[in-house]
């Protein structure tokens, strides 16, 4: 059973910093691409950084570049997000994805609310 389940998110003031992570089991973790997605209220789902199977290619939306960091610890079968200098803008449900192929895998998301 594949299983993807997001934590870290929480209420944060705006200049401060989060760690997300994403378990990942039942598929084979190092093959698979993993990113980052967000979605606010109102808006479209939206890519926030991605990471190649042996991480060496990564990948970060124009919005976030200089703040995110995305990492990987393929013998953990782990995945971060880490979030500094956060901005009311980055409020959103932040998504794991995992993906191979025509393969996509999704979790359910946490919440990360940026506000004083």
């Known amino acids: 059973q594949v299983q993807l389940v997001e934590s870290g998110g929480g209420l944060v003031q705006p200049g401060g910093s989060l760690r997300l992570s994403c378990a990942a089991s039942g598929f084979t973790f190092s093959r698979y691409t993993m990113g980052w997605y967000r979605q606010a209220p109102g808006k479209e789902r939206e890519l926030v950084a991605s990471?190649?199977?042996?991480?060496?290619?990564?990948n970060y939306a124009d919005s976030v570049k200089g703040r995110f960091t995305i990492s990987r610890d393929n013998a953990k079968n782990t995945v971060y997000l880490q979030m500094n200098s956060l901005k009311p803008e980055d409020t959103a449900v932040y998504y794991c994805?995992?993906?191979?192929?025509?393969?996509?895998?999704w979790g359910k998301g946490t919440l990360v609310t940026v506000s004083s």
């Open positions: 990471i190649t199977s042996a991480g060496g290619i990564t």
């Open positions: 994805n995992a993906r191979f192929g025509w393969v996509d895998y």
